[in-house]
């Protein structure tokens, strides 16, 4: 693995301005170039993306994080992902041997839609790297999966529609998402990719598993979301043995972009009630349970 950093200025992003990010630096594994932005001081939060998930969708609510962890921004490029690494699975290696890499000590993980199922799967098949979970809308139970219907060259319109089924209110969806899913997908080898990736997704149900998931974990979740519905929400809370869900109201799939500054809030309460438990445990003091609410 070859650690290359290179300067990244999101000030010149008119979608994030003064968005508070230092570096972002190229992790190269299994002949990848992995996307890496770092921000902040203190415990390691690793941000995993879904499919077609930027890391600059997270830096409107990185105000909150900076000041309570060193968060680490991830984004592989996942439709460039072939063979059996084009899976959950594959994912999911490529994810722990990047963290390996990034922290020297278990991380939080926060992952959007599939991002939020690589955690679970990393917390359930390497907890030695999982501190705790946040998972935002995430896959793993049931989603109506992107993928559906793709075709093998997506218009803009076909692109424009599927995306803005994502928000609860699609005016707040990027103008720039369209035209970058646009020209990540106009290679018929990023649509196979696309709908491989989903339907791994699918596949790959943890129902059964959940409740080896022995981390302290956060639902925060839009209460419009069509894609993992609220259903699946709660039965995420059901199933996990420490769980807490906070609904985010008016909005969709993507909280990041929709309600950057209320997913913010919840993560910074949840960072701060773990920073509480292990001070809590360093002291001898008993700590209790996350408690479930609506």
């Excluded at 005016?171 to 290679?187: C, V």
């Amino acid at each position: 693995m070859t650690d290359q950093t290179t300067p990244h200025d999101p000030l010149d992003d008119p979608a994030a301005p003064g968005a508070p990010v230092t570096a972002s630096t190229r992790e190269r594994v299994t002949g990848l170039d992995i996307r890496v932005d770092r921000a902040g001081f203190g415990p390691p939060v690793v941000v995993l993306n879904g499919l077609l998930g930027l890391n600059e969708h997270w830096f409107a609510l990185l105000p909150h994080l900076i000041h309570r962890a060193e968060v680490f921004l991830v984004q592989p490029p996942l439709l460039e992902m072939r063979g059996p690494a084009c899976s959950v699975d594959g994912v999911t290696r490529l994810i722990a041997s990047v963290v390996e890499s990034l922290a020297d000590q278990p991380a939080v993980f926060v992952g959007n839609s599939l991002g939020g199922h690589v955690g679970l799967r990393l917390a359930l098949d390497r907890p030695d790297l999982v501190r705790a979970l946040a998972l935002v809308g995430s896959s793993g139970l049931f989603e109506r999966g992107f993928e559906k219907g793709v075709e093998h060259s997506p218009s803009r319109q076909w692109l424009e529609r599927k995306i803005s089924e994502l928000f609860f209110d699609p005016a707040r969806m990027w103008p720039s998402m369209i035209e970058d899913s646009y020209a990540e997908l106009s290679r018929r080898s990023s649509a196979r990719a696309l709908v491989k990736l989903g339907r791994s997704a699918k596949n790959d149900h943890l129902g059964e598993r959940l409740g080896g998931v022995r981390v302290p974990t956060l639902l925060a979740w839009g209460r419009n979301d069509i894609v993992t519905p609220p259903e699946v929400a709660v039965q995420f809370s059901e199933m996990l043995p420490d769980a807490r869900l906070r609904w985010i109201d008016r909005c969709g799939h993507a909280p990041q972009v929709e309600q950057p500054d209320e997913l913010g809030r919840h993560l910074a309460e949840f960072l701060d009630e773990l920073a509480r438990r292990d001070a809590g445990r360093l002291g001898g003091g008993r700590t209790g349970g996350g408690a479930v609410a609506g």
